[in-house]
């Protein structure tokens, strides 16, 4: 079965640190994309980057980067610069299904705090 | 200004009611979902929907039922039969092709009385 396992569920870092949020996945698929998502204590779920499985380039948004290792199937978010704002959850998502029908699996969540 | 709207923000339920969530977007988007997420834990998809008058189940549909009479609108009744109903609500909806994000509205907190 498709799965997702974010392994650390806190994480402390200091302000103006990199920091590295870890998310593996299982799948039988050649197609599917993985997405990480922030949730502040507000409740509402923030899109932050992309990868699907057949770029070739690590994603990147400005101050997030995501280091994907296909054959260790592992999409790993890098926040760098941290800021007291990037406190929250993060989530790990991949797609699965074909065709424009998809639907998607969360894994458990890491909760980051930035120390001042 | 477009996007998802959930409502309402906080609902409580009595045992043997049952109870609906709104979930509305003006995005124009195809696809919608359901999600429920318990304290401390991931997302886990209820029902989703590709398009009008269509849906299917989710991990965790049980004790939940959805209609999807227009493209906007995708409503979630929690019925009686789902003995462990609170939690928080998330819908969300995403556009075409497979490297959209989804989008999701503010949640909804439903708690037994």
């Known amino acids: 079965a498709q799965k997702i396992t974010q392994t650390q569920p806190g994480m402390f870092v200091q302000e103006k640190e990199a920091v590295t949020l870890d998310c593996t996945y299982d799948t039988s698929d050649q197609s599917y994309g993985l997405f990480w998502y922030k949730q502040p204590s507000s409740g509402e779920m923030i899109f932050l980057i992309y990868q699907g499985s057949y770029d070739e380039q690590n994603a990147t948004e400005g101050r997030y980067s995501l280091n994907f290792q296909k054959a260790r199937k592992s999409a790993n978010l890098v926040i760098s610069a941290s800021q007291l704002g990037d406190s929250a959850m993060y989530f790990c998502?991949?797609?699965?299904?074909?065709?424009?029908?998809?639907?998607?699996?969360f894994g458990t969540g890491t909760r980051l705090k930035v120390l001042a | 200004d477009g996007g998802i709207t959930q409502s309402p923000k906080y609902l409580f339920r009595k045992e043997g009611q049952n109870v609906t969530l709104s979930c509305e977007q003006n995005?124009?988007?195809?696809?919608m979902y359901w999600y429920r997420q318990d304290p401390g834990q991931g997302l886990r998809l209820i029902y989703y929907s590709q398009i009008v008058n269509d849906f299917q189940k989710g991990d965790i549909a049980e004790g939940y039922s959805v209609s999807r009479e227009k493209k906007e609108s995708f409503p979630l009744t929690v019925t009686s039969a789902q003995k462990n109903p609170t939690a928080f609500y998330l819908c969300?909806?995403?556009?075409?092709?497979?490297?959209?994000?989804?989008?999701f509205g503010d949640g909804t907190r439903l708690s037994i009385l």
């Open positions: 995005l124009n988007h195809d696809a």
């Open positions: 969300a909806s995403r556009w075409g092709s497979d490297n959209q994000p989804q989008h």
């Open positions: 998502a991949m797609r699965e299904g074909h065709g424009g029908t998809y639907k998607y699996i």
